[in-house]
């Protein structure tokens, strides 16, 4: 994997997370919208060895309102969701 975070600080890690998934996901009014091909093109990005499941395992714990796609605060557990699962250090992708 790049190195995409050096030694940034937690807060700058999903800072650039968030960026990440916000340039893969569509505008919707005032809201980010990301659907499983967002979500797959994203983690794809970001080095996944399996973006497609990590994808589909993002909807299904994140996607609380079951709208099939992550929007609002569930972006904000998103980013939580990546950064716990490893895109926090200095060998992950951005």
Do not use: C
């Not at 998934?21 to 919208?33: A, L, M, T, V």
């Not at 659907?35 to 909807?59: I, R, V």
């Amino acid at each position: 994997m790049q190195s995409w975070f050096g030694s940034s600080s937690s807060s700058d890690n999903k800072k650039k997370l968030k960026e990440v998934f916000e340039k893969y996901g569509k505008k919707s009014g005032d809201e980010i919208r990301l659907e499983k091909k967002d979500l797959k093109a994203a983690f794809e990005y970001l080095g996944a060895l399996m973006p497609g499941y990590k994808a589909a395992s993002a909807l299904k714990y994140i996607d609380t309102d079951k709208s099939g796609y992550i929007k609002g605060t569930e972006l904000d557990a998103l980013v939580e969701y990546a950064y716990s699962s490893g895109y926090n250090r200095s060998n992950s992708l951005l």
